[in-house]
């Protein structure tokens, strides 16, 4: 078998003979180098540039999921303008606070999700880079 057209062709034009003539390939060729090679590489930079974005958007989900637990810790130590000396206004204050808490710590499961989907989305489009084609034909 041969590797490229021009051995394909200089092999079939040996048994043709003179009299005989193939079909010109240079348009199917030209195609390939011009408009699939070119695809191909506008596919490794949107690749490339999906993997930066993906990889900023998990440090900007990390970011905001740390935001979240330092609000939860100043939410704890503050008194919802209240006093807490007072017994009635402290359960006040513990009641308010359970339910922001809670509010808290589902955003904080919900961030811990996104940032799981994110890592596993990223290595997906990582093991992208493994596709290449098998060659150009030529």
């Known amino acids: 078998m041969a590797d490229t057209w021009n051995d394909a062709s200089k092999q079939a034009m040996k048994i043709l003979g003179d009299k005989g003539k ?3 390939f240079k348009t199917v060729l030209k195609f390939n180098v011009d408009v ?4 191909l590489q506008t596919f490794y ?11 900023d958007l998990e440090g900007m989900a990390e970011k905001l999921s740390g935001m979240i637990d330092q609000f939860e810790a100043k939410l704890e130590r503050d008194d919802l303008e209240l006093n807490e000396k007072d017994k009635e206004e402290a359960k006040t204050i513990a009641k308010a606070k359970e ?18 989907g994110l890592k596993d989305a990223a290595r997906h489009l990582i093991l992208l880079s493994k596709y290449k084609p098998d060659s150009m034909i030529g």
């Open 22 to 24: 193939i079909p010109d």
């Open 45 to 55: 930079k949107a690749r490339d540039d999906l993997e930066t974005q993906m990889t």
């Open 99 to 116: 339910i922001l808490s809670g509010y808290l710590d589902d955003c904080s499961k919900v961030c811990d999700s996104n940032i799981k």
């Open 36 to 39: 699939i090679g070119k695809a």
